[in-house]
């Protein structure tokens, strides 16, 4: 790796250390709590771990690893970062655009390389399962050759000379995700969820429980897609069995996501044109030359999905939920608090129908008023 591509990637991985600790420190109860353990002198400029932090208070040194997982991947063995490659992808067009002369030849060329770049990603996101974030982690920590976790006890040999009697590691994990068309639900009650907010599906907790056991530490830090600053973060202590304690008394737990199912191709296009001839300005937009599923089909799938949450909610399971399926919920979730069994399409369809006339309709449209998507159509309940 050239010099300089080092030294970047250093800045990067003491920066994300950085973001992880002061964000857990700022939050006070027991993130602070937990983040005041791993506190430390902080030596970035290591290989193999990447950090190493040295703490006086504990006679301990904790060698730690950087790396990034992505919920939208590209395809292939090592299931790489597509959120990266697109961000890298648009800068390096930029610069080619840069280097053309003035002219309508390099505005076109402009508008073409940022239509192209953005219609490439929204086409990977569209393909993107909420699995894939399971398929992320699961590569970096157990890929053949390039596996995270099988290189620990090569971190361990690196860290057997300091000079403390306690040698322990942690991986730090950059988390690059979007569930922002989703709405959580969990003992705190029902809210949007913003972009690169921690939320991990069942298959990515698992694979971090699992490796839970190697490791003393997990510092998680939750970014959005491509660029942004750090929304969330979580240390959590794995030493003596402590992961599932340590991730209940912080409130991070798998939440499972119930959204329509879709196995339809959508392919992205784009177009641009400059309102006038002398004007300066140029509208891109983006198109889907699929055909929109069947409105029998959405409905089905809302009715089954709308089962999943008031089975999960009567178990106290955190999920989160995409807004038809939601609006759904809300709207049969006080008329089955008299359902003693379990839910189904046909106990949902039969609780609809005893509403009286109109209900069901009314609180669907609170829903959409409530979060400010109603007058966006029935299309942005979807």
């Not at 890298?88 to 930029?94: D, I, P, T």
């Not at 086409?123 to 993107?128: E, L, P, S, V």
């Not at 995409?322 to 089955?336: C, D, H, L, N, P």
């Amino acid at each position: 790796m050239a010099q300089g591509k080092v030294r970047d990637k250093k800045v990067h991985e003491a920066k994300i250390f950085e973001d992880v600790l002061s964000l857990c420190l700022s939050s006070g109860g027991q993130r602070a709590k937990v983040a005041r353990k791993v506190e430390g002198d902080v030596d970035s400029s290591a290989e193999s771990p990447d950090i190493r932090v040295s703490i006086a208070k504990r006679d301990a040194i904790v060698g730690i690893e950087h790396f990034r997982i992505d919920q939208n991947i590209k395809g292939g063995k090592k299931d790489e970062s597509k959120d990266l490659e697109t961000s890298g992808l648009m800068n390096k067009r930029r610069l080619e655009v840069l280097e053309m002369d003035d002219g309508p030849d390099r505005d076109a060329a402009m508008f073409d390389t940022v239509g192209k770049a953005a219609a490439n990603y929204m086409q990977h996101a569209f393909d993107a399962k909420p699995g894939d974030l399971a398929r992320s982690l699961e590569a970096r920590l157990y890929g053949t050759g390039s596996g995270h976790a099988c290189k620990l006890d090569t971190y361990r040999r690196n860290l057997s000379s300091a000079r403390a009697s306690k040698v322990e590691t942690g991986f730090l994990i950059e988390i690059h995700s979007d569930f922002s068309g989703y709405f959580i639900n969990d003992e705190r009650g029902t809210r949007r969820v913003e972009k690169g907010q921690a939320v991990l599906p069942p298959e990515t907790f698992d694979l971090l429980k699992r490796v839970s056991k190697d490791v003393d530490w997990l510092l998680l830090g939750f970014y959005p897609n491509v660029t942004g600053e750090i929304v969330d973060a979580r240390i959590i202590d794995c030493r003596e069995g402590r992961f599932s304690a340590s991730c209940r008394k912080q409130k991070l737990t798998e939440v499972e996501l119930l959204r329509i199912e879709d196995g339809r191709k959508r392919r992205v296009g784009y177009d641009h044109y400059s309102p006038k001839e002398d004007s300066d300005q140029t509208q891109i937009w983006f198109y889907r030359d699929d055909d929109p599923m069947r409105p029998f089909d959405i409905a089905n799938q809302c009715v089954s999905k709308t089962a999943e949450a008031l089975n999960l909610a009567r178990c106290r399971k955190p999920f989160a939920a995409t807004a038809s399926i939601q609006a759904g919920y809300e709207t049969v979730r006080y008329a089955a608090e008299k359902y003693r069994g379990e839910f189904s399409a046909s106990i949902v369809l039969r609780l609809l129908q005893g509403m009286y006339p109109g209900e069901a309709c009314r609180r669907y449209a609170d829903f959409g008023k409530r979060y400010g998507i109603a007058s966006e159509g029935n299309s942005a309940i979807s």
